[in-house]
């Protein structure tokens, strides 16, 4: 008796839980805020498709441009944003070309 009002119970449980709560999870986003002339964090490990954010938190313009030149954003003005979704593994090094001593990078680790 007690384990079919269990059953019931779960199936009412997952009757009412949203689809997006059973579906596959969600692509992962992460900040990094740009604050005091510095990236931060200034560096981090994330997952393929990840897509990183970074905010403009100080009072003045700062862009982000990889090295290797396959992301640039505009110079970003307080508040303002620009984001990257990163598919493939590998090191991604940027810096803010109006201040060269602003760095940072980005490592994208290879899908399991």
């Not at 003005?77 to 598919?87: A, I, K, L, Y």
């Amino acid at each position: 008796m007690l384990r079919s009002l269990l059953h019931r119970l779960a199936a009412l449980i997952l009757l009412f839980l949203p689809l997006g709560e059973i579906s596959a999870s969600e692509p992962a986003s992460v900040e990094i805020a740009i604050a005091s002339y510095a990236f931060g964090p200034d560096s981090i490990t994330v997952a393929p498709g990840t897509t990183v954010t970074w905010v403009n938190r100080d009072e003045v313009p700062h862009n982000v441009v990889a090295a290797d030149g396959s992301f640039r954003s505009a110079a970003l003005d307080s508040g303002e944003s620009f984001s990257v979704t990163f598919q493939t593994a590998g090191s991604f090094t940027y810096f803010c070309a109006l201040h060269p001593h602003m760095t940072g990078q980005v490592v994208v680790q290879p899908s399991p």
